[in-house]
């Protein structure tokens, strides 16, 4: 197994990004971060209140300093991502130079839709379906620069999604 690589996971709001990460850390026995959980914890306050009150330039640059911040000074295996966060190029150049490995877990946005309709956590950048859409649409493009691609079939649960990183990127065998 290859164990000393590290990644990032990203795609688009409601593919599965956090439970993915957590089934990985637990079949590779190592610590996942996540990024959105990162942030509440340093503000004090959740995702949807900080975009809500200061709005989304703002919490861009928060999002920012606290990848920087873990991707300098944390030595977690795995990190997923909040949507947006591939999207930005400072990001995305940060990750890079750091030598991170990129996945992009890929749905359509039909299923992507389905959850965050049915999430508890409140999303203000996809609050009605049309703006969601838009933003699925316009963020293709920078989530195909990842260097992984996996498809995440509705019928696939997020184990299954988990073991097949797994299986390919790390070479674990199952
Ligand atoms: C966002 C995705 C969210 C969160 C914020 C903005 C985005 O994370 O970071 O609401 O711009 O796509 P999830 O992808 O975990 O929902």
């Not at 709001?13 to 914890?41: H, P, Y």
């Not at 944390?74 to 930005?88: F, N, P, R, S």
């Not at 940060?94 to 965050?116: A, Q």
Request: aromatic share 8%; proline share 1%; charged share 30%.
């Amino acid at each position: 197994m290859d164990s000393e690589k590290r990644i990032i996971l990203t795609g688009f709001m409601g593919v599965g990004k956090s439970t993915v990460a957590r089934f990985l850390a637990s079949l590779l026995q190592c610590r996942k971060i996540d990024l959105d959980a990162c942030i509440e914890r340093a503000e004090g306050k959740t995702i949807a209140e900080i975009i809500k009150s200061s709005g989304e330039a703002r919490f861009r640059q928060i999002e920012s300093a606290n990848l920087r911040r873990i991707l300098i000074c944390d030595e977690a295996q795995i990190i997923a991502l909040g949507g947006g966060a591939w999207t930005i190029e400072e990001n995305r150049r940060l990750i890079k130079e750091r030598n991170f490995t990129t996945v992009w877990l890929e749905s359509s946005f039909e299923h992507c839709w389905r959850n965050i309709r049915f999430s508890k956590r409140e999303r203000p950048l996809a609050s009605n379906k049309q703006r969601a859409a838009k933003l699925f649409d316009e963020r293709q493009r920078l989530y195909c620069l990842a260097d992984w691609h996996f498809i995440v079939k509705p019928e696939l649960t997020s184990l299954d999604v988990a073991r097949k990183i797994a299986e390919e990127v790390f070479s674990m065998q199952f």
